[in-house]
């Protein structure tokens, strides 16, 4: 149910932006420096910390200062730093329903129940087909597991429910899994990688973010951290860190057809600024590179384009589009809503039919 209400989550987002995508530019125009534009977002939260900035193309294009999943974003004028809009209610919402589909609200309890429940019904999807592969081939046995008949009750209709109703869900809905599976366990996303011939990712610590996404590396154990001093914003202060305005630059001439950009700032004095690029569209509806910058010179350290990563990174971005519909654009989107609303009737008539078969069972030995 939650993977329904999420497969058009990009669109509701745009949506639910549509009132302050965009500012009005003042006579004569002239944007605000990037550090000049955390500091107005700090001031509108000041109980917040900044993580991340993003940008558009567009000239005219707000831009959206994150401070985390818990605290939301502010979306301010590029040229006066004003606030013009924060994270919608309905934002909030898809937030909380993903919270939901990915760890059943709990990243320590929930989680590793989400992964094995998903992982138990990607098995019960494809020993489904199996079982319901007919043993005969005519139009007569075909029928009645192949679409819906009418005037049925009870057991009946629930069997037909679930044979027809599976028939056209499970080969999406093993799709949904499995890529749930490749995301949820580290054996299955090496697995991936190994059947791609490419050296698997290392293995991420807890506070890092999702697989295939740039993080900077944990300190060695015992590694001290350092004591350099911290500006309003919670970054390395500005005597240690080159202007965020460099790195953008930086970046867009790296990327000049650049789609969406997003700065992410530094978690710990002397970090890299890590960039997050999307690329204009291709078979891939949403290619996103990645370019990790010195925080205190500006200089590249890596840079990673999409076409240019192994065919392991590139096949684990698909996982994650194939797993949310957005492959297909879409009509994509559409069919995955479909069969995940399809596997909420599998297990309502699933449950039935096992239901009526206890009770068939109870009857006999009562007998």
Sequence with gaps: LTGALLAFGPQLTAWAERDFRQATPPAPAAALSVD??????????????????????????????????????VYLNPFTG??????????????????????????????????????????????????WWPRRWNWAALRPIVWFAGGLRGRARDWNWHNVIGLWSAPVLVVLTLSGVIMSYSWANHLLFKLAGSPPPPVRTEGEGPANSPRETTPVQGERKSREPRDSVGNVAESHRVSLDLVRATVAAEFPHWQ?????????????????????????PTPRASITLDSATGNILKCERYADQSLGRRWRTWVRILHTGEAGRWPGQLVAALASLGGCVLVWTGLALAWRRFGQWKAKLNS
């Excluded at 500091?39 to 993003?54: C, H, K, L, S």
């Excluded at 992410?264 to 002397?270: D, E, F, I, K, M």
């Design 260 to 284: 969406s950009l997003t700065l992410r700032l530094p978690t710990r004095p002397g970090g890299p600024v890590i960039c997050s690029v999307v690329e204009p569209a291709g078979w891939n």
């Design 36 to 73: 000049a534009l955390l500091a107005a977002a700090q001031t509108a939260n000041p109980a917040g910390r900044p993580t991340a900035v993003t940008f558009r193309p567009e000239p005219a294009a707000t831009v959206v200062v994150n401070f985390g999943r818990e605290n939301g974003s």
């Design 82 to 131: 004003a606030v013009v809009g924060h994270t919608t209610s309905l934002q909030k919402t898809l937030q909380q329903v993903e919270q939901w589909h990915r760890w059943l609200g709990s990243r320590t309890m929930g989680k590793p129940v989400a992964d094995a429940a998903n992982l138990l019904f990607c098995f019960l999807a494809i020993s489904g087909l199996y079982l």
